[in-house]
Nanobody, 126 residues
Framework: QVQLVESGGGLVQAGGSLRLSCAFS????????MAWFRQAPGKEREFGAS????????YYADSMKGRFTMSRDKDKNTVFLQMNSLKPEDTAVYYC???????????????????WGKGTLVTVSS
């Protein structure tokens, strides 16, 4: 069983930055593609960013392109989401998710993900 634990959320002013972390345990990290999703109050969970098992491929939602960067560290079994130029509309609970994959792909549909963390809250004030 995979365990995912997010951290790094908090309150930040618009234009600021945060770095989210997701610690992976329980299985072999390099066998899993990873993704970040987010859910704002009253809205459905939406895709944010994804990285392939090797880290060679990343994919971003349009809302995150150019501002957010997802990466993975195989030595720390951790994925990161560096968030810059934050906007009030980025306020949401951010979830880390994993799916077994050795094809090198990325994932954008939450229904494809096998394991989820409990989320970390990001609040951006205007």
């Amino acid at each position: 069983q995979v365990q995912l634990v997010e951290s790094g959320g908090g309150l930040v002013q618009a234009g600021g930055s945060l770095r989210l972390s997701c610690a992976f345990s329980g299985r072999t990290f390099s066998n899993y593609a990873m993704a970040w999703f987010r859910q704002a109050p009253g809205k459905e969970r939406e895709f944010g960013a994804s990285v392939s098992w090797s880290g060679a491929t990343t994919y971003y939602a349009d809302s995150m392109k150019g501002r957010f960067t997802m990466s993975r560290d195989k030595d720390k079994n951790t994925v990161f989401l560096q968030m810059n130029s934050l906007k009030p509309e980025d306020t949401a609970v951010y979830y880390c998710a994993a799916v077994w994959d050795k094809r090198g792909g990325y994932y954008t549909d939450p229904r494809d993900m096998e394991f989820w963390g409990k989320g970390t809250l990001v609040t951006v004030s205007s």
